[in-house]
C-alpha cells in the first residue's frame, strides 16, 4: 500500500528524518509513536505528498506520492492535521461536505449519492442534532469529531491521522478511535495514526513504528515491540509493561523515579 524507501529530510541544514524505511500492507491500522520532536507528524506530511523528502522516496500503491494528481490522490488519501478544523464559519453538514470535493464536477456538483454517505458518517460520529449548528459554535472536541467525518466524506483508501484524539476527553477518545477501527474493518481502510497515548495504540493498532532521533527505532506488532527497555531507550522513562487483563495486549504503567526514603525503607523492609 505505502512504502517508504531511504527517506531523509533535512530542513536548513537539519537532518529530521534520515533513511527512513518501511512498507505498510493495506487493510490494517498502524500507529506512529515516539517523543516530542522526533518527525513524527512530518513522516505524516511525507507519507500525504504535501511534502518532498530531501532524498528517498514515498510510493503508494507502486508509484511515487508525488507523481499523483491532487484531485486524483484526494480520492485515495484523506488526512487528518493536528489540530483538527478550525473554527470557520460553515455549518457541521456544510463542513463534512466538503469531503466530497474529490468527487464533484467544477460546477460542484457529484453524480455519485454523497448525500447518503454524509448522512452515515454524521451518525457514526455522534453529530446527529449539530449538523446545523456553526462549526466555531462548537467546543474543540466537537470540531475534532467535525474534522474526521470530514475526511471520512472523502471515502479514502488510505486515512492520515495526525494526534486525531486531541481535545478529546476520554470518553470521546474511545468513540473515534472505535469508529476509526470498525471503518478500517469494514471497508479494509488502511489507518495511520500519529498517537502519544501509548496504551491507546496498543490497543487498536495492529503494528507500531517507534521513531527515535528522525529514525526507525522499531516496527512491529504492540507484543513486539512494547517493553520496558525501548520505554526507557526511547521515552527515558521507567515503566512497566503487563498485559490488559481482558485483550492480553500490553499497557504500561509509569514508575516515578523518585521515591521517599520512607518508600525505599518500606519496599526493602518487605523484600
Not at 466530497?100 to 448522512?119: D, K, S, V
Not at 479514502?156 to 476527553?169: I, R
Not at 526511547?234 to 520512607?262: C, Y
Amino acid at each position: 500500500m505505502i512504502e517508504a524507501k531511504a527517506v531523509s529530510l533535512a530542513i536548513a541544514g537539519r537532518n529530521i528524518l534520515h533513511d527512513v524505511h518501511f512498507e505498510m500492507e493495506s487493510g490494517a491500522m498502524y500507529g506512529i509513536i515516539g517523543p516530542n520532536g522526533v518527525g513524527k507528524s512530518t513522516l505524516l506530511r511525507l507519507l500525504s505528498g504535501t511534502e518532498k523528502p530531501t532524498t528517498g522516496t514515498v510510493l503508494f500503491a507502486g508509484r511515487p506520492v508525488s507523481g499523483y494528481k491532487r484531485k486524483e490522490l484526494a480520492k485515495q488519501v484523506a488526512v487528518l492535521q493536528q489540530g483538527g478544523l478550525p473554527a470557520v464559519g460553515f455549518t457541521v453538514r456544510e463542513a463534512v461536505r466538503m469531503g466530497r470535493f474529490p468527487y464533484q464536477n467544477w460546477l460542484g456538483e457529484e453524480p455519485h449519492a454523497g448525500e447518503q454517505f454524509i448522512e452515515r458518517v454524521l451518525a457514526d460520529m455522534g453529530l446527529r442534532g449539530l449538523e446545523d449548528r456553526r462549526v466555531d459554535g462548537l467546543s474543540g472536541g466537537e470540531r475534532q469529531r467535525v474534522a474526521l467525518a470530514k475526511v471520512m466524506a472523502q471515502e479514502p483508501e488510505l486515512l492520515l491521522l495526525d494526534e486525531p484524539t486531541t481535545y478529546l476527553d476520554i470518553g470521546y477518545q474511545i468513540q473515534l478511535l472505535d469508529t476509526v477501527k470498525r471503518w478500517q474493518a469494514e471497508r479494509r481502510l488502511t489507518v495511520i495514526a500519529v498517537l502519544h497515548d501509548l496504551n491507546l495504540a496498543a490497543h487498536y493498532c495492529d503494528k507500531l513504528l517507534i521513531l527515535r532521533e528522525g529514525t526507525v527505532e522499531a516496527f512491529g506488532s504492540p507484543q513486539k515491540v512494547m517493553n520496558s527497555e525501548m520505554i526507557k531507550r526511547v521515552f527515558d522513562a521507567n515503566a512497566v509493561i503487563l498485559p490488559h487483563p481482558e485483550t492480553g495486549v500490553p499497557q504500561l504503567l509509569l514508575r516515578p523515579e523518585a521515591m521517599s526514603s520512607e518508600q525505599r525503607i518500606r519496599k526493602e523492609a518487605k523484600r
